[in-house]
């Protein structure tokens, strides 16, 4: 009898040594941000929303990464690039540009992203800008990864009048602006294709037939589908 009672008292601590005396511990996974075209807006739901347009590099737990502030107040440049430098860890992205216009913008973005109704890729956060003419009390941010133009897309055009288009893009990767060049050809309906060449900036694409041209292209990719100017009309394009 005590031999028997004795055994059950010690199956328990047998299980435990056998386990290497830990209990499970129950945490949460990580997200890891990937490298890519970002928009960052600022001052959400303020008079002072802005936005900064760039692109991202992450290597390990290290990102980096290179902004335009195109903002009310003009207090930079619009053509000014303004390098950040970050890390993250716990599904929370940490960014800090160098100095501009004697301000240092903070931001601290909530991952993962997710997708709304019409498929922006969101994530919420803080921004805080201390110090200098671009100063901005801490507010809420949005980040929208915008995805690559690469592909080839079908334009539907409504206005002036309904047509049809064909435009391939190639999209390279950023710059030292936080850009992207961008390559592409054009087939209006009753034309034949046209070389273009331009960039993207945010979710901008602007095409020209050169560098310095005037853009016969232009889309915006903030929303699926993306809005398009081609063709002398206006439309949607989707791939």
């Not at 334009?155 to 030292?176: D, E, F, I, K």
């Not at 979710?203 to 037939?209: E, R, S």
């Amino acid at each position: 009898m005590h031999s028997r009672l004795r055994l059950l008292l010690l199956l328990p601590l047998a299980t435990l040594i056998a386990c290497g005396g830990s209990t499970p511990v129950i945490g949460t996974v990580a997200y890891t941000p990937v490298s890519g075209d970002y928009v960052i807006t600022v001052g959400v739901g303020t008079a002072g929303a802005a936005n900064f347009n760039g692109s991202l590099t992450v290597s390990g737990t290290s990102v980096s990464g290179v902004f335009r502030y195109a903002n009310v107040s003009a207090c930079v440049p619009v053509t000014q690039d303004i390098p950040f430098t970050g890390t993250f860890a716990n599904s929370v992205l940490t960014l800090t540009s160098a100095t501009f216009s004697n301000s240092v913008a903070t931001f601290t973005i909530k991952l993962p992203f997710s997708n709304n109704s019409v498929n922006q890729q969101l994530a919420s956060g803080t921004s805080v800008i201390a110090g200098g003419t671009c100063a901005l009390a801490s507010s809420t941010l949005q980040a929208q990864l915008i995805p690559s133009f690469n592909g080839t897309w079908a334009v539907t055009l409504t206005s002036p009048s309904n047509a049809t288009a064909s435009l391939q893009v190639t999209q390279s990767a950023a710059n030292a602006d936080g850009q992207f060049p961008a390559t592409g050809t054009i087939t209006c309906a009753g034309s034949g294709p046209t070389a273009l060449t331009g960039l993207v900036s945010g979710p901008n694409l602007q095409l020209a037939t050169t560098a310095l041209g005037s853009p016969i292209v232009t889309a915006n990719y903030t929303a699926v589908p993306a809005t398009v100017s081609a063709c002398g009309g206006s439309g949607t394009m989707t791939q």
